[in-house]
């Protein structure tokens, strides 16, 4: 569906959800510590089972947040995979916006100014 | 009847569950925050409410995308926070009034909101980081609650003005409940705040505070708000300020703001918390 563009934005609609349910619905597998550690053991055979794209598998290889979104991730299923790299919201945000962490950090106290 | 005493708001960052696991309430970076309620906890003192209706969105615990219902109402007396992969401990359990439930959702579909019904249901830390924060040393969770989840994640969103008129439903709904209960209604999430995209760690001060100001005594203006424009001026999360305006509709009476804290940033979050005094009306205007 064509939205007003909303610059370095995605709208998770209808194609959003059609094109990343099989890559949010691994991630929602996550909610389990046993496919956790199932996911670290075999990362791309774990990927390879939801039945990502090959896309898909590049991304989370990759650990490339923005080709998660691209490819259909929802961004709280995506927290959950980033949970099992060690990443939390400031490091996937200084990471889309091509910023250290610290940067990044930087940046939200500067927008209670 | 059941009557409703107020409501509170506050942001639901999972960070904030993580700190109080880490009791880390006083530190420097928190305390801005969680010094915000002091005040809650004389007002809840003060209440002592038996019921808290909570409008909350689920980020992926109770819900996957396979089936997202717009509007669903917990219908149990017991409910269960679990594992949502982030590493926040699980919190303990939660008592719930099914009879009461069921009371809501006759009202909500006889007035046309024709809501997803849970018996069983899951709540994730958009319900329990509320209320550690509300009662962070009860031993017994001293409230009952009733978990109303709104989709804010799977667009087409419920409109702005769909949540008002929602939670101006529920509102009659409490009030018209044949029992003594004091009800408090809490809207759970934002303010503003964006996780994905280029855009990550948008924050929007000047929309924040005007909808600080707006929720008390101007709601309907923030009714006119399409998702789309939500999104643009409160980020792709923001959108959870839905949560907040169907708890506004809920108080039908006068209402006024008792307290308010903001402040930025928590994790990527513009935080915020509000207290809200309500008095019923005898002759409320139609919703």
């Known amino acids: ?113 | 009847m059941a009557h409703i005493i107020g409501g509170v708001a506050t942001s639901h960052v999972p960070a904030i569950g993580k700190a109080i696991a880490d009791k880390k309430q006083n530190e420097p970076y928190w305390k801005p925050f969680f010094g915000g309620f002091d005040f809650v906890h004389q007002w809840l003192q003060r209440e002592k409410p038996d019921i808290a209706v909570f409008f909350y969105n689920d980020h992926g615990l109770n819900f996957f995308l396979d089936k997202m219902p717009t509007f669903a109402v917990g219908a149990a007396n017991e409910y269960h926070n679990d594992d949502e992969g982030w590493g926040l401990p699980v919190s303990r359990s939660f008592a719930g009034d099914a009879a009461f439930s069921w009371h809501l959702i006759e009202a909500l579909v006889a007035d046309e909101f024709d809501v997803t019904m849970c018996q069983e249901m899951l709540v994730d830390h958009a319900v329990a980081v509320p209320m550690q924060l509300m009662w962070p040393n009860a031993k017994e969770w001293p409230v009952k609650i009733i978990p109303v989840s709104i989709n804010t994640v799977q667009h087409p969103l419920p409109s702005a003005a769909r949540c008002f008129k929602f939670g101006r439903s529920i509102g009659r709904a409490i009030e018209s409940y044949a029992g003594n209960q004091k009800v408090m209604v809490v809207g759970t999430g934002g303010l503003s705040h964006q996780l994905d995209g280029e855009r990550a760690g948008f924050i929007n001060k000047e929309f924040d505070l005007l909808c600080m100001d707006k929720i008390v005594s101007d709601p309907e203006a923030l009714t006119g708000y399409s998702s789309e424009k939500l999104v643009e001026l409160a980020g792709t999360q923001g959108v959870e300020l839905l949560n907040w305006i169907a708890m506004r509709g809920a108080l039908t009476g006068r209402v006024t703001e008792a307290f308010r804290n903001y402040h930025i940033p928590i994790s990527n979050t513009a935080a915020a918390t509000m207290v809200f005094d309500h008095q019923p009306q005898p002759q409320r205007k139609a919703a």
């Not at chain 1, 990502?52 to 995979?81: D, H, P």
Request: proline share 1%; glycine share 10%.
């Open chain 1, 1 to 113: 569906m064509e939205h007003h563009d909303i610059p370095g934005t995605t709208i998770f609609d209808g194609d959003q959800a059609r094109k990343g349910l099989a890559l949010n619905r691994m991630c929602f597998s996550f909610n389990s510590a046993e496919n956790r550690e199932a996911f670290k053991r075999d990362e791309d055979g774990y990927c390879a089972r939801y039945g990502l794209t090959k896309e898909q598998r590049e991304a989370v290889r990759e650990r490339n947040v923005l080709k998660l979104i691209a490819a259909g991730g929802n961004v709280y299923y995506l927290a959950k995979l980033a949970g099992i790299f060690g990443l939390n919201v400031q490091d996937i945000g200084a990471q889309q916006t091509g910023m250290s962490v610290e940067e990044f950090k930087q940046k939200l106290a500067a927008a209670g100014r």
